[in-house]
Nanobody, 122 residues
């Protein structure tokens, strides 16, 4: 059974930091695009960051570039999203997703985690 399990969300003040984790199991995700999306209340799910497992390319949304950093731990089959200088507008449910090709379109991803809430207070 394929599973992506996010953790690490929470409540933080503006300017603070959080690290989200996404633990993958059930199949190999080598060469898959591992992508973070977020969805704020009343808004569509939007792309945040993506990288290919064991690849060199990492992509970030302009709104998070320079503040968020994606990384991986192959031994733990886990990807991370380090978020710094958080802003109230970063408040959302954050999801990790895995798919065979990189895409900004959430519908392109067959595997999703359950999401983790990030709330940034002003």
């Amino acid at each position: 059974q394929v599973q992506l399990v996010e953790s690490g969300g929470g409540l933080v003040q503006a300017g603070g930091s959080l690290r989200l984790s996404c633990a993958a199991s059930g199949r190999t995700f080598r060469n898959y695009a591992m992508t973070w999306f977020r969805q704020a209340p009343g808004k569509e799910r939007e792309f945040v960051a993506a990288f290919r497992w064991s690849g060199d390319n990492t992509y970030y949304a302009d709104s998070v570039k320079g503040r968020f950093t994606g990384s991986e731990d192959n031994a733990k089959n886990t990807v991370y999203l380090q978020m710094t200088s958080l802003k109230p507008e970063d408040t959302a449910v954050y999801y990790c997703a895995a798919g065979p090709v990189f895409s900004l379109d959430p519908s392109s991803y067959p595997y999703w985690g359950q999401g983790t809430q990030v709330t940034v207070s002003s």
